[in-house]
Nanobody, 126 residues
Framework: QVQLVESGGGLVQPGGSLTLSCATS????????MGWFRQAPGKEREFVAA????????FYADSVKGRFTISRDKAKKTAYLQMKSLKPEEPAVYYC???????????????????WGKGTQVTVSS
C-alpha cells in the first residue's frame, strides 16, 4: 500500500508560480512512477507530468512543457510539481498518483496509476 498526501495548493495570480508537494508513505519502491494530474470543474482528469522514482526521467503534457517541472526527493519520499506562468484556465484540483512498473506509453493514462491522493486546490485569479 502507498499513501499520498498533496499540499501546497492555494490562490495565485495569472502568471504566478506555485509549488505542489506529494508526500508518500508505505511501500514506496524504486519500481514506482509518480504522476500529477489535474481536474477542473466539469472536465476530465488530465495528465500533467510524471517522473520515474528511480531514474528520475520525466514526462510532461504538451500544455505545460517549459512552465512546469516535476521532481522528487528520495530521502524525503516526496514528489514536487513546480508551476510557473500559471494561466487563468488552469485552476483545478491537482492530484498526485503512484503507479508501479509503468511503461513510457502509459505514463499519461489514469488507469496506469494504482494509488491516488485526495488532491489540492489551485486557484488562478487576479
Amino acid at each position: 500500500q502507498v499513501q499520498l498526501v498533496e499540499s501546497g495548493g492555494g490562490l495565485v495570480q495569472p502568471g504566478g508560480s506555485l509549488t505542489l508537494s506529494c508526500a508518500t508513505s508505505g511501500d514506496t519502491t524504486n519500481s514506482y512512477a509518480m504522476g500529477w494530474f489535474r481536474q477542473a470543474p466539469g472536465k476530465e482528469r488530465e495528465f500533467v507530468a510524471a517522473i520515474r522514482w528511480s531514474a528520475g526521467s520525466t514526462f510532461y503534457a504538451d500544455s505545460v512543457k517549459g512552465r512546469f517541472t516535476i521532481s522528487r526527493d528520495k530521502a524525503k519520499k516526496t514528489a514536487y510539481l513546480q508551476m510557473k506562468s500559471l494561466k487563468p484556465e488552469e485552476p483545478a484540483v491537482y492530484y498526485c498518483a503512484a503507479g508501479q512498473r509503468l511503461i513510457q506509453s502509459s505514463v499519461g493514462s489514469r488507469s496506469a496509476y494504482q494509488y491516488w491522493g485526495k488532491g489540492t486546490q489551485v486557484t488562478v485569479s487576479s
